[in-house]
């Protein structure tokens, strides 16, 4: 599914809609905003892109914003290119009947989200206040403050995008694997040595896998995660367990509470 680094990659690819003028958009009738942005959009010009956790937004030239979730499956696709050929565990095809977002602009070139399971959500000036901070810029002393008050195993709480916003089930692990964390651990448990190391792992992890090109792409891999080696730091066997209700694979040797 999109993570935040997939969000980040659709949003690079969207910045080449920069400066377009938008004539004409058709969204899923199943979109609560669909009215809204089939009225509001054409006429607009993008003037710039920026991402927050999962989400996408162009920024237009009235001051408004558009927001693009992805949800499980959605794909961002401009000028007839998707810059990810194909998500894990979803279909690659492109198929028209899946286009949940297409917007049109003055030079007939397009922008479209295609989404076989029609979970992506398209929402003019999101709440963003809602979120919590990016994964990408973490800082020791907020997620100090944020995973302090909270009791609940520390992965579940970082996939709770109101506390930090970006992660998604393959990033945590990776994350967590890095920098020895066990991810049942309560989250209000680990000291600020182990939060540094947790933040330290998002610095020099999350920006690498990015540039390989995703989520898929860390050591915990969907090969990894499927056959459940011994784990590559220590060899000892590693777990395939269900932490807050998502499959986790996890060390349970150097990865500690
Ligand atoms: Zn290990």
């Not at 520390?154 to 692990?173: E, H, P, R, W, Y």
Request: charged content about 30%; hydrophobic content about 40%.
């Amino acid at each position: 599914m999109p993570e935040g680094l997939e969000a980040e990659i659709y949003r690079r690819s969207a910045d080449h809609v920069v400066a377009r003028r938008v004539a004409r958009v058709e969204v899923d009738d199943h979109q609560a905003m669909a009215a809204e942005l089939v009225r509001e959009l054409p006429g607009r010009t993008v003037e710039a892109t920026r991402r927050r956790g999962k989400h996408v937004l162009l920024d237009l030239d009235d001051g408004r914003s558009l927001a693009l979730h992805f949800g499980m499956t959605g794909r961002l696709i401009v000028d007839g290119v998707s810059a990810i050929d194909r998500l894990e565990y979803a279909s690659g095809r492109d198929d028209p009947a899946w286009n949940r977002l297409v917007v049109t602009f003055d030079d007939a070139t397009t922008l479209r989200v295609n989404d076989p399971r029609r979970w992506a959500v398209f929402t003019l000036d999101p709440d963003l206040a809602r979120l919590g901070p990016d994964f990408l810029t973490l800082d020791v002393d907020d997620l100090v403050v944020r995973l302090g008050r909270r009791r609940a195993a520390v992965k579940t709480i970082l996939l709770d995008q109101s506390v930090v916003a970006g992660f998604g089930n393959m990033c945590v692990d990776e994350v967590l694997w890095q920098s020895g964390i066990s991810p049942a651990a309560p989250a209000n448990s680990l000291d600020r040595a182990r939060l540094e190391a947790f933040v330290a792992a998002c610095g020099e992890h999350l920006p690498a896998m990015l540039e390989r090109g995703g989520s898929h792409t860390g050591t915990l891999d969907p090969e990894a995660r499927s056959a459940v080696p011994p784990c590559p730091r220590d060899g000892a066997p590693m777990r395939r367990d269900t932490i807050g209700g998502r499959t986790t694979i996890w060390c349970p040797v150097h990865q500690t509470g």
